[in-house]
């Protein structure tokens, strides 16, 4: 019954556009959805067609629902199992850091005995890089702090930060839209008190007027082409769920000319980029190569879970494109956009003076 509705659900087959950011799906249900997939007629060869796919694993933001590929790959991460680290003699780990990161200086605070640091670094720069954040955690009474992450994945991110690094808080409240991140963050806080894990919209918070200290957002889908109506929505409600003089971090790689006009749009309704910023697009793309090798392995494995792939050698590679892509592998088109300098992996600091 469970694989008629999904089929139903899918219609053609596409699961880029199919699921709804509530799917959580089992084993099954995605092997399913993935069969169905490769075998829909000209659905494979129709991706293969699009300009720059196969050979760098770029697909239009308008070719896919968001909501539908963070639904499959939510889904999936539990699915693939625990890794082994080919940089630390093949030790098993899971791979919760969905992102892409920064290399470590010196190798700090973790080294490459720690497979997901580059993912840690990023979080890590995040919130101790700027002073005026720094100093105002430290400021307030101790375990008062009220943070809160909007588009939190996983929630490996934010276990990291308030399990390891910022001690002195009262509560990381760790907000995603997809059922399936969540399901994982809820995981982590069996065992973290600080981290309180949250189903809901960037659009809609479901938080009281001027009541977090803090927001993060890290490496999230949003702001890819431009300042529209979604991300004003979403800045909108982190301005009224903040408190006066509170501090808003920003880490993403996105296009360069988009930086910008978010600057700008955020001064406008009363962010002042007055804490600072950090370019680090270098050291995201030396993370990238770094983490080549690693993120082949997980590939890999994904790709021999599912049983399509083992057997479909023309899903498999289309599958692998857009994967990597996702991950920005070196060689595929969101990498090349860090390299050329179309994106821009920035940390930015805002403090709202109302």
Known sequence: MVAVILAI????GDILNGLSHESSLGMFELQTAFTMWCLAPGAISALEKKEGLVENGHLPENDYDKGSLYALLYSVYPKVGLVPNPLNHGQLYEFTFNTWGLSNIDDYPHGPEEPQRHGKSAYYNLVTSFDRVKNYINEQPSNSVQILEVGCG???GANYLS???LNGIKTYNALDMQAGAIKK??????NNTRLNCVHGNGKNLPFEDGSIDIVVISE???AETKIGNEEKQIFAEIKRVMKSR?????GNAIPTEVWGPAKSYLGTIGFDNNCGEFNHTVRAIQARDEDKERVNVWVEQFLNTFMIFKYHTQCRHVSERLIKNFFRHPGTNLYNGMVTGQDSYMHLCFELMK
């Open 246 to 250: 509170g501090f808003f971090v920003w």
């Open 220 to 222: 999230t889908h949003i």
């Open 185 to 190: 963050c809820r995981t982590f806080a069996e």
């Open 163 to 165: 399990g390891e690094v």
């Open 9 to 12: 659900r899918l219609g053609s």
């Open 154 to 156: 996983t929630g490996a």
